[in-house]
């Protein structure tokens, strides 16, 4: 009971970061992170999830998608599958961002592979409801998901992701397909 209770509270907190509004970085490592990598791949990483927020803000799809390698796979959607899902994305929103907390970042021994777990959240406007005072509604979230990734022409890419525990247990729940 008690690490029930400990989970609820580490979500709670991760809620708070995720809605904590633009004071707070769009993409962070946990005080408490799981490390295993050098600092170059780190920031190298960091320098991947950067560049997809900045794509996502200014709704630019080919550089969101060079984020995806080639091989990306994610419960049977490819990258053009996901690219279709990033289409309709930014025709049914506007004002775009997302949350990234990441809490355990393994690059593998050769430094060609990555598992990054990561907490996080996408955001945007209905185009449907307009007006500047429109709040942003949650599109996608995800809780302790595992991105894997590749280290592919000298940058990190997405490959697949890892459904946690909580998201596999959950029937019906939805499943993260983004980044």
């Known amino acids: 009971m008690i690490r029930r209770n400990n989970r609820w509270i580490g979500m709670g907190l991760i809620l708070i970061f995720l809605v904590a509004g633009s004071a ?12 295993r990598a050098d600092q170059d791949d780190i920031d190298a990483i960091l320098d991947t999830f950067d560049q997809a927020e900045e794509s996502l803000q200014a709704e630019n799809l080919s550089v969101i998608m060079s984020v995806y390698s080639d ?8 990258k053009e599958e996901t690219s279709r899902i990033w289409q309709d994305i930014f ?3 506007d004002r775009l ?5 990441f809490s355990r970042i393994v690059v593998d021994p050769n430094g060609k592979t990555a598992k990054v777990t990561c907490t996080g959240s996408l955001f945007g406007v209905s185009v449907f409801k307009g007006g500047a005072r429109s709040e942003a509604v949650q599109i996608d979230t995800w809780f302790e998901a595992i991105h ?7 940058e ?10 909580k998201e596999r247990d959950l029937f019906g729940s939805a499943i993260h397909l983004l980044f």
């Open 91 to 93: 025709k049914r929103y």
């Open 156 to 165: 990190w890419r997405i490959i697949g992701h890892d459904p946690s525990e």
């Open 148 to 154: 894997h990734l590749a280290f592919e022409e000298g």
């Open 71 to 78: 091989g990306y796979l994610n419960r049977g959607l490819r």
């Open 24 to 35: 707070s970085a769009l993409v962070e490592i946990s005080k408490k992170a799981e490390v």
């Open 97 to 101: 961002s997302s949350r990234h907390l």
